[in-house]
């Protein structure tokens, strides 16, 4: 356990379905994150959250869509979602977003997108 | 941005020290070198950080060369469990809103 927890582990669903992921941390960190990770690519950053605002959007599609309700948590809105959007769904969070933080993530969400 | 330089690949053997080695360049005086690993389909793991001097903590020492253009992460007695990718990050950004930005690291494999 890192202290950033995903739900759920592994998730399967149809093009038309609509489905949030759920990450959730108690390490009393201000900015959290979301990251996408396909298959043999590099992490992409996705979304930056800092005490609940949201900072950066990094040109992702509308079918993607963030919820930070409180600096605890932060949600992934899924829906009408391709088969390429399958891949590993990392969230991430760190004291702030100064220089010299660490990140702590959490071991991600498997979506497959069928 | 500053960006890094990393081998593809490596390979050590148990119980040896590995040194994964990183080029950057580019960086700037007030950015900092940050390693982090990822073992298969997990999240990555923080390893280590550092500006100026040299590092060490439980996990593993970073050594930064005098002029910061490289540096080089030391696993002082590698394990089978210590076979990852591991990512040398230079941190940007501007302001205070600094990313955290992950290119494609060093595969280490630990061999028996």
């Known amino acids: 356990e890192t202290g950033v927890t995903q739900t759920p582990r592994h998730l399967v669903m149809g093009m038309t379905n609509k489905k949030s992921l759920k990450c959730e941390q108690h390490l009393g960190h201000n900015a959290m994150y979301w990251y996408k990770q396909s298959a043999k690519k590099p992490l992409e950053l996705m979304f930056v959250?800092?005490?609940?605002?949201?900072?950066e959007n990094n040109s992702v599609p509308s079918r993607f869509s963030p919820e930070c309700p409180n600096s605890s948590h932060l949600f992934l809105h899924l829906h009408t979602l391709q088969p390429e959007d399958s891949a590993l769904y990392l969230c991430?969070?760190?004291?702030?977003?100064?220089?010299?933080?660490?990140?702590?993530f959490g071991s991600g969400t498997r979506l497959t997108v069928v | 941005d500053a960006k890094t330089t990393q081998p593809t690949s490596m390979d050590c053997a148990e119980g040896r020290a590995a040194n994964l080695p990183c080029n950057h360049s580019?960086?700037?005086?007030?950015?900092?070198v940050y390693w982090y690993r990822q073992i298969h389909s997990q999240g990555p793991q923080y390893i280590i950080h550092?500006?100026?001097n040299n590092e060490t903590n439980e996990m593993a020492s970073l050594i930064i060369t005098e002029d910061r253009k490289s540096s080089t992460l030391i696993l002082p007695h590698a394990t089978l469990r210590d076979t990852a990718v591991y990512y040398c990050i230079v941190r940007v950004g501007r302001g205070s809103n600094y990313k955290l930005t992950f290119g494609k690291g060093t595969l280490l494999t630990v061999n028996p």
């Open positions: 580019t960086i700037s005086g007030n950015e900092y």
């Open positions: 991430a969070s760190s004291q702030d977003l100064g220089q010299g933080y660490g990140y702590t």
């Open positions: 959250y800092s005490l609940e605002e949201r900072v």
């Open positions: 550092g500006l100026k």
